[in-house]
């Protein structure tokens, strides 16, 4: 069974600091790996995606991830926050042989001025 | 590229009562998803349809749940005598092929 663990449920930063999201999974078969944001009141947005090509993966709004499969992670980082970042960020998880997506709990993000 | 409609956005029930939520996918999109969301807690997956043909339903979708999507086209979620657990937000998505997922905006549902 596939699953995704993201470390805080909460993380807070000032604007201009990094931001560090953290997303560990468990697979058994090469995975897929995903981050979505979703803002109040709306569906999730696709923010970037690892399908086992470049391991260093760029997104939208100055994110990117990076794949390690030796430490089974694929955090998202971005170097600058800003205050329109706040939001819900969730990271998923699916394979070849699965459609469907595995998300985790979400990790709030909080951007002070 | 018009996203993802759902409709309603907010619907609030009596306990009891049957519901049914509708969703449209982008237009050339063969595969649609529906997921449930409560309060701080990540999407969890319902069931999916390829076309017209129902592929996959998770454990969560009980008996009282049915989900159809006669033409392949749009797809209607129907809950029957709802609870109060029932209570969360109801996603659709769709994807052409393997690619990324397209989230509509949810249909909120509260069970009084």
């Known amino acids: 069974a596939q699953s995704v663990t993201q470390l805080g449920s909460h993380v807070s930063v000032s604007e201009g600091a990094l931001v560090l999201l953290r997303c560990n999974y468990s697979?058994?078969?090469?995975?897929?790996l995903f981050w979505y944001v979703q803002y109040p009141n709306q569906g999730l947005q696709l923010l970037l995606k690892?399908?086992?090509?470049?391991?260093l993966v760029k997104g939208i709004n100055g994110f990117e991830a990076e794949f390690k499969k030796s430490e089974t992670s694929f955090h998202l980082t971005k170097p600058s926050a800003h205050m329109s970042d706040a939001a819900e960020y969730f990271c998923?998880?699916?394979?070849?042989?699965?459609?469907?997506?595995?998300f985790g709990s979400g990790t709030r993000l909080q951007v002070q001025p | 590229d018009t996203g993802v409609s759902q409709n309603p956005r907010h619907k609030i029930t009596k306990r009891g009562q049957n519901v049914t939520f509708r969703c449209d996918p982008i237009?050339?999109?063969?595969?649609l998803y529906w997921y449930r969301q409560t309060l701080g807690q990540g999407p969890e997956f319902l069931t999916y349809?390829?076309?017209?043909?129902?592929?996959?339903k998770s454990r969560l979708l009980s008996d009282r749940f049915s989900a159809e999507r006669p033409k392949g086209s749009f797809s209607t979620l129907e809950i029957q005598r709802t609870e109060q657990g029932d209570s969360a937000m109801y996603l659709c998505?769709?994807?052409?092929?393997?690619?990324?997922?397209?989230f509509g905006n949810g249909t909120r549902l509260t069970v009084t």
């Open positions: 690892y399908t086992s090509a470049a391991t």
């Open positions: 697979s058994s078969v090469p995975p897929y």
């Open positions: 349809f390829q076309n017209e043909a129902q592929l996959e």
């Open positions: 998505a769709s994807s052409l092929g393997d690619s990324p997922l397209h």
């Open positions: 237009s050339e999109h063969n595969r």
């Open positions: 998923a998880v699916t394979d070849t042989g699965r459609r469907a997506l595995t």
